[in-house]
């Protein structure tokens, strides 16, 4: 019989030598599958028996000649669907694939379901079922043009699946793909070698490496989807488990692992428990950051490395792999490293010359295994490496130092601890700098075309190194929003948020920012005067603040005993952001009020009087009361209008955008009988003098 083997692409040769091993004859290799001939039990045994396949499948039959829905139903109507199950028993249909007739798969699908009920319609004058949860027989179909295969689910649900896992860490890495990690690895050519990874997570790799090494099958004792088939003989199976156990090895292993993480390392031991390896693999809890000498004797060190699944969290990316890259040279000298990742600019932080790479997908992500050879003229030709990419970089370091200490005197004077240090000062390093506290983060502007993505990598690796550094800051405590491409399907997962949530004060005012998990930290830094504008003006006012974002201008306003407060955005997270600011502030009355809309619909139909206004607009947003996007320098007459209406007699507003190179329409304003006055420059304060682009102000009144 002929079946087809599933596995993740970058495997498929893999899994070809273990279908040879297995004494298998092989047919076909495709990209993620390969075909191969076997009787029952061989078929049986390798899905006992394999590391590498996700999924196997028998073939029923294949034709070229599938066009439409009436080649469809007859070719699932002839055939012999006696021999693979009975009219008692239940099915479901699998069907992938379409052609420029068949654009459907849930409307082929059924057709193939029509195609086997008729079949035994005819022969038993009975029908079996449909059952999409636990069917008896799962039947496959493959369409690709108009070439059409059927196949029977042989092995059931996906092998990769061992059963030691019940929980997992970040980043979690499939079992099949750990199999293929520790192979390619070249620990298995002498596991008397010690076996170390320092990023270890739920353990998967050092589990897959102990099985391996002791011919331990975690599938043992699994449900197939072959034992529900006529063809299965259960005294024969018992056979096959039987000779597998006896198989067993107990040689003694030398593995370790380490995370920084004690929750995902208790994860790790009772993973290994339940594949029966815990004898096998010392687990521990330590940070990658500080590597030390693990073995005297060389080895190989295999790990999946953080990659990024965190927004915001490369700083300590650029700080882990320096670490590591440096402790490697130092303590793991003859050792060779396999290491798993995404990011080839995060490996050149290692400082060390790759041998070899492997490509591999994990799940929807592009992933490359890059191995080392630690030998003598490796480590010493990279021991002058390390250290700063780029010479000039201490310029920037210089840059950050010196603004930090002109900023120092009006930073101690207003008790600000939210602030600006640097803004693209030099243009080679196009980053904006702000602190937090504690905290910093590192905005990187988009950089011209005909800068090398790679030098631009390196360029902030650098600022990074600085940050931490000049400021003394660490570097988990730096978070850095950075243009990069994404990888696979990555672009479409969401990140993992960190929720961690600090508070800075200003003027008295109390807000509550979140430097990791946002693209803003839900504080302006730079409408900091005009909030305090709005503080020493807003008593006895009736204060309206729109596109409000966390509500920082009407805590401020309530702070100045406004009469009336109405804070307005249409993001209800940022609407609940800004009543967790007025608790904060220990604000409570029935005046102030939030409201969830569009700004633009709701002033078109606002109603009542506001003394003191503020407008702070995004520079485009799409919204349905303009015709395409809102445009502020284009929209901002229409936008004032509706404002007028409901600015009282003697009310102020203030109208603010960022919008580089924005005019405001004076004729415009003139015709709508209102006067502005700029009041930019007053708004920015001393971290902002260096960028007098950051936004534009104005006073408004009635003329």
Known sequence: MQFIALTSIGIEHLLAEELQQAGLELVKQNVGSIRFNADNLAAQKFCLTTRFATRVMLMIDESEEIKDKAALYKFARFQAWQDWFGPTQ?????????????????????????????????????????????????????????????????????????????????????????????????????????????????????????????????????EFAFKRLPSFRKAKFDEIQAELKSAQKDNKLWIIGSDFDQKVVAVAEQNAQRAGVSEHIQFSVKDANALGQVAK????????????????????????????????????????????GTDDSLFKLLKLSREKRYKFKNGPIDVELNMYELNERQVTQNEQKVGLNFEGSTAF???????????????????????RVYDADIPEYNVAVDVYNDSAVIFEYAAPKEIDDNVAQKRLQDVITLTAEQLQIAPQNIAVKVRKKQKGESQYTAMDKQNRYDTVEEFGAKFKVNLFDYLDTGLFLDHRLARRYIQQNAKDKRFLNLFSYTGSASVHAAIGDAKSVMTVDMSKTYLKWAEENFALNNLKNPRYRFEQADCLKWLEHAQGQYDLIFLDPPTFSNSKRMKDVFDVQRDHIQLLTWVKKILSPKGVLIFSNNKRGFKIDEVGLIGLGLKAQNISNE???PDFKRNKQIHNSWLITHG
């Open 90 to 222: 239940t099915f479901a249909i699998e069907f992938n694939g379409t052609n420029t007739e068949l654009k459907n798969t849930q409307f082929s699908g059924l057709v193939i379901k029509d195609g086997i009920v008729d079949y035994f319609n005819d022969l038993y004058e009975q029908r079996p079922n449909v059952d999409k949860t636990d069917p008896n027989i799962r039947v496959i179909a493959k369409l690709n043009k108009n070439k059409c295969a059927l196949y029977i689910d042989y092995s059931g649900p996906r092998l990769s699946d061992r059963g030691y896992r019940t929980r997992q860490g970040k980043a979690p890495i499939r079992e099949h793909l750990a199999a293929a990690l520790v192979k390619r690895s070249g620990w298995l050519e002498d596991t008397t070698r010690p076996l170390f990874d320092p990023c270890c997570g739920s353990g998967t790799l050092l589990i897959e490496a102990a099985c391996m090494a002791n011919n331990i099958y975690s599938n043992l004792n699994r």
């Open 297 to 340: 004797r060389s080895g190989v060190v295999l790990s999946n490395l953080p990659y990024g699944e965190r927004l915001g969290s490369m700083a300590e990316l650029v700080n882990l792999y320096r670490n590591m890259g440096i402790a490697f040279k130092k303590h793991f000298k003859e050792w060779r490293l396999a290491l798993l």
């Open 397 to 419: 370091a210089n840059r950050l130092k010196k603004n930090k200490q002109a900023l120092k005197s009006w930073l101690k004077n207003e008790q600000i601890n939210a602030y």
């Open 683 to 685: 708004t920015l304060s």
